[in-house]
């Protein structure tokens, strides 16, 4: 009685020393597999490392191995206890280094107490009650533990040929531990299926001379008063890396009947032999067998944080990734495993990757199922009839969808068409524009043109054809290059052609609101030096935002998906930039409204500036009220509508009605022309370049108006010299000059043709009377 209860207390001071492995749980370091079972591997090269063809079809006879058992054992096949069933694979256990940890306690733990003897000469070790404590406590020390076992050698232990108390967790009791000794009707000695006794005996029978030994120091006390003397205990320690021993996965036939690993510890008696193992059993049923790939399985390859609890209760669901690479999904699916399914194979489910969609849009859960697959997997392999080759493989979305639910297009299709007929107008309206700059350049002398400046219409109309060729840099499509070629061309364009507009509105404003009698004259040159700055410092702007912030492309957030150019910040820059041209344009007009211009050409500048103010403010807003909800092709037909608006109509209200008149002049011209070659062609004298000299009758007919308008001057000069002279000469007699004032009073009625003989001797009568 009194050396059991030592036992207990033995036996609760153990416990006591290792309560922290009761806190630590179990530890889930991820190794890679072996077929050997050697070697491990960190975690960067497993996720990194398939197995090879060899390895992979050995994993893959183990699963289909595994599944064949468990097929069994829902049959109600049941093993007999002489009978195991071994899988030929290897792990890497350290994710069970904790558990096993606990059998190397164990084992040191024996290993002392056998050197301790009793009253009775026997071993302090050697206790039924304490033994069976010992092994029922092993597996209350982890949810990962199913069993624990103590064998011993044969005939070391009392008077017993065989000796091995197990326990385990029943699953015919609810999951209750039940104790026994497993020797009473199975002779675990001789039996070639109890690898985890025959193989760690074999290798530990020969180890006496191996072992490495710890000095103890002992003072014991004999009674209340003495203490014997100091004396040195050599004991032998076990290691968990020299001494330890993990068994390949068997199915365990002796009352889990589950799959199951086993670590098994030596312990040695007090001349160091082999004296018998401590054994910690961790169950392989409830730990998930993962086939998906690595770069599948991030978060299972974790530190288990995102972990569901698995069937033995553990906080972090255990995976074992030896099995990875070993699924059966098709290329454009993907594998995910499926949490808490235990040891069985299919034990995932086949996706689709991103671009590809589930054939049957209506499922309620868009995945394959691995059993499914795996069993018309074998069926292939048996070469039976199977519809692995025709299903399980997911559909491609159309051209362009990173992801889809169906085959609908997610990329705008571009009509070409109306594209072809607004390039081709665009086109039109930029020979247009050259036709009216070759028509300046012929009549520049006339007065229509001339009083307009010929240069600057050119100008005009150069900046106009820019503006038209940046629809073309968008017609090709967008990418950075045609992005930065139709800014440039656009902003280039709408500077010239409004620089030169506001130029020319400057000049009439600085003429007609002059307050100096002094003429204020505006020559060309100095609206071309104002127009140079201007350009200047658009050009200077326009290669700082290139080198600094380059347009990209960029593709919508819409429904259907479609590349643009996108200028981040810059958009807004520019639009203030023009709206600011075209306000100093207005105020200029504003001031103007009432200066007279020849032919009317400050209220068509007028009436263009407007327009092109209120089209740009209006697809600016357009724009952004409509950035998420339009195509390339509404984005292309906006661009067009704002360069017809502000370019066509510009060229149209200002050459329009210049070209007209000028028609209407040069036809007056030729009329008259013919009609004078009709009735006079006997006064006229035919050149050698086929040109008409006419005589003089013929330009005074001509110049009527001009002749009459001379004669009213000249009267007046005349009558005005006349008074001149009757002030300055004084000297004359009064009798003379009463008798000139006589003449005066009575010839009073011939005042004009005295006038017009004294004007017969001034240049003036000399002009009219001559001949051209």
Not at 367 to 391: H, V
Request: aromatic residues 12%; positive net charge.
């Amino acid at each position: 009685m009194r050396t059991d209860r030592l036992h207990f207390w033995l036996l609760f001071y153990y416990l006591l020393n290792d309560f922290d492995l009761f806190l630590l749980g179990p530890y889930r370091s991820i190794y890679s597999v072996e077929a050997d079972g050697a070697g491990m591997m960190d975690n960067s090269s497993r996720s990194q490392r398939k197995p090879d063809d060899t390895q992979r079809q050995k994993l893959l006879t183990a699963l289909q191995y595994v599944e064949k058992i468990q097929r069994q054992m829902s049959k109600s096949l049941n093993c007999t206890p002489n009978q195991s069933v071994i899988l030929d694979i290897a792990f890497q256990h350290a994710r069970w280094k904790s558990e096993a940890l606990l059998a190397v306690k164990v084992a040191n733990l024996l290993t002392s107490l056998w050197r301790v003897r009793n009253a009775n000469d026997s071993s302090m070790a050697e206790n039924d009650t304490f033994l069976y404590n010992l092994v029922r406590s092993n597996v209350l020390f982890s949810p990962s533990v199913f069993g624990s076992v103590i064998c011993f050698e044969k005939n070391q232990y009392r008077d017993y040929v065989m000796f091995c108390p197990y326990a385990f967790r029943d699953k015919n009791y609810g999951g209750a531990v039940h104790v026994k000794d497993i020797s009473v009707g199975h002779n675990y000695l001789t039996s070639p299926e109890t690898i985890w006794w025959r193989e760690p005996r074999e290798i530990n029978l020969r180890r006496s001379s191996k072992l490495r030994k710890d000095t103890d120091i002992y003072t014991v006390r004999h009674n209340q008063t003495t203490a014997e003397s100091r004396r040195n205990v050599s004991v032998p320690v076990v290691e968990y890396d020299a001494d330890g021993f993990w068994t390949r996965p068997y199915f365990d036939c002796f009352g889990g009947e589950i799959w199951m690993i086993t670590f098994l510890a030596p312990f040695f008696n007090e001349s160091n032999q082999f004296l018998g193992v401590v054994s910690i059993d961790v169950e392989l049923s409830s730990i998930d067998i993962n086939q998906c790939d690595a770069q599948d399985s991030k978060e299972e390859i974790g530190d288990g944080k995102n972990g569901k609890s698995d069937r033995t209760g553990s906080t972090d669901s255990v995976k074992l990734l030896e099995f990875m690479g070993t699924h059966k999904c098709k290329k454009s699916t993907k594998c995910e495993p499926i949490p808490n399914n235990g040891f069985k194979r299919g034990s995932y489910r086949c996706t689709c990757k991103p671009g590809f969609y589930f054939p049957d849009i209506n499922a309620n859960l868009k995945a394959f199922n691995g059993s499914i697959i795996e069993e018309e997997y074998d069926k292939k392999m048996k070469g039976l009839q199977t519809d692995y080759n025709d299903k399980f493989h997911c559909i491609p979305c159309s051209e362009g969808c990173e992801e889809c639910t169906d085959g609908s297009p997610c990329i705008y299709k571009e009509q070409i068409i109306p594209r072809i007929v607004l390039i081709t107008v665009n086109g039109l309206a930029a020979m247009m524009a050259v036709m009216i700059g070759v028509m300046v350049f012929y009549f520049r002398d006339s007065k229509v043109f001339d009083v307009a400046s010929p240069v600057f219409l050119e100008i005009l109309l150069v900046g106009s054809v820019f503006m038209y060729s940046s629809l073309a840099a968008a017609y090709v499509g967008p990418s950075s290059l045609t992005c930065t070629i139709e800014i440039w061309l656009y902003q280039c364009g709408f500077f010239v052609v409004y620089g030169t507009i506001v130029l020319k509105i400057w000049r009439v404003s600085a003429s007609f609101r002059v307050r100096s009698p002094r003429r204020v004259e505006v020559t060309e040159g100095m609206m071309a030096g104002r127009l140079v700055i201007l350009f200047s410092c658009l050009v200077i702007y326009l290669l700082v935002w290139t080198l600094l912030m380059p347009p990209h492309v960029i593709t919508n957030t819409s429904v259907l998906r479609f590349k643009k150019c996108s200028l981040g910040d810059m958009n807004y820059v520019n639009f203030c930039g023009n709206f600011i041209l075209l306000a100093v344009a207005l105020f200029l007009c504003f001031r103007v409204r009432n200066a007279p211009s020849a032919y009317n050409e400050t209220r068509f500048t007028t009436w263009a500036v407007y327009n092109a103010m209120f089209v740009t403010c209006f697809v600016a807003v357009l724009r952004f009220l409509t950035a998420n909800n339009t195509n390339s092709d509404i984005l292309f037909a906006t661009k067009f509508i704002l360069i017809q608006m502000t370019a066509t109509v510009t060229l149209l209200l200002l050459f329009l009605p210049k070209l007209v008149l000028l028609r209407k002049m040069r036809g007056k011209e030729f009329s008259r022309r013919l009609t004078e070659i009709s009735h006079e062609p006997r006064s006229s004298i035919q050149t050698s370049n086929g040109s008409y000299l006419y005589d003089a009758s013929s330009l005074e007919r001509e110049n009527e108006d001009l002749k009459e308008e001379v004669k009213r001057l000249a009267n007046k000069v005349a009558n005005l010299q006349s008074r001149l002279m009757k002030d300055k000469n004084k000297h004359i007699k009064s009798a003379s000059n009463s008798l000139s004032r006589i003449r005066s009073s009575t010839n009073d009625e011939h005042c004009d043709d005295h006038t017009q003989k004294k004007m017969s001797s001034s240049p003036f009568s000399s002009f009219l009377n001559s001949r051209v």
